[in-house]
């Protein structure tokens, strides 16, 4: 686990602090003995510490959601109804937010930072009413993708010569060049003749 964190280029830097202070935490109350002296102590102060950080989440994510509402309603097209919406944390970072609203065309992703002014949601077509991707859906990679992916994305692609179906999660999904969606998965198809639409 050390070693992803800290080679990895999509961990967060709070989470890069967090995990050595915990370490050294865990060692202290390990080696000092703390935690078989003043187990109640020990006990009551991690759960007001899990319950505080729980509070700070649950009041950072009303915020973040003010702070989405004005470019969020600017970006969704009248004619897109709006049939999923999720909020989800940074890890080791409840200022930083990730918002995800689902229309039947695309997913609109949003990065929020409570920090700074909001980022303009990012438009990414899902791709769900292509009749490949459709077919794909109802394989094995198509099962396991339904029901792990919360807003899910698909893309069709040739390769080869052959035709490739991506199947991702719009939580994880990848846009930057060098970095891996972890969470996709691929479906090789029989080469064809007709067209494709193509990813991204």
């Not at 080679?7 to 709070?14: A, D, L, M, Q, W």
């Not at 509402?69 to 989800?88: F, G, N, Q, V, W």
């Not at 970072?93 to 229309?103: C, M, R, V």
């Not at 990679?141 to 339904?146: E, H, I």
Request: glycine residues 4%; charged residues 20%.
């Amino acid at each position: 686990m050390p070693v992803v964190i800290y080679t990895s280029g999509t961990v967060p830097t709070s989470l890069r602090i967090v995990w050595p202070m915990a370490i050294v935490c865990l060692a202290f109350a390990r080696w000092g003995e703390i935690a078989q002296r003043r187990t109640s102590a020990v006990l009551i102060a991690c759960g007001s510490a899990f319950g505080l950080y729980v509070a700070l989440l649950g009041f950072c994510r009303h915020r973040a959601e003010q702070q989405s509402l004005p470019a969020m309603r600017a970006a969704l097209p009248s004619d897109e109804p709006i049939i999923k919406h999720s909020r989800t944390p940074y890890p080791a970072d409840p200022l930083s937010w990730l918002l995800l609203t689902q229309t039947p065309l695309a997913v609109y992703r949003q990065r929020i930072n409570l920090r700074a002014p909001a980022a303009v949601p990012e438009r990414i077509p899902s791709g769900l009413d292509d009749p490949l991707v459709q077919h794909v859906s109802q394989s094995w990679p198509g099962t396991a993708w339904r029901a792990f992916s919360r807003h899910p994305l698909a893309f069709v692609t040739v390769r080869n010569g052959r035709v490739v179906v991506e199947l991702h999660d719009a939580r994880f999904y990848q846009t930057i060049p060098g970095r891996e969606d972890w969470s996709a998965l691929e479906v090789d198809l029989a080469p064809t003749t007709q067209p494709v639409r193509k990813a991204g």
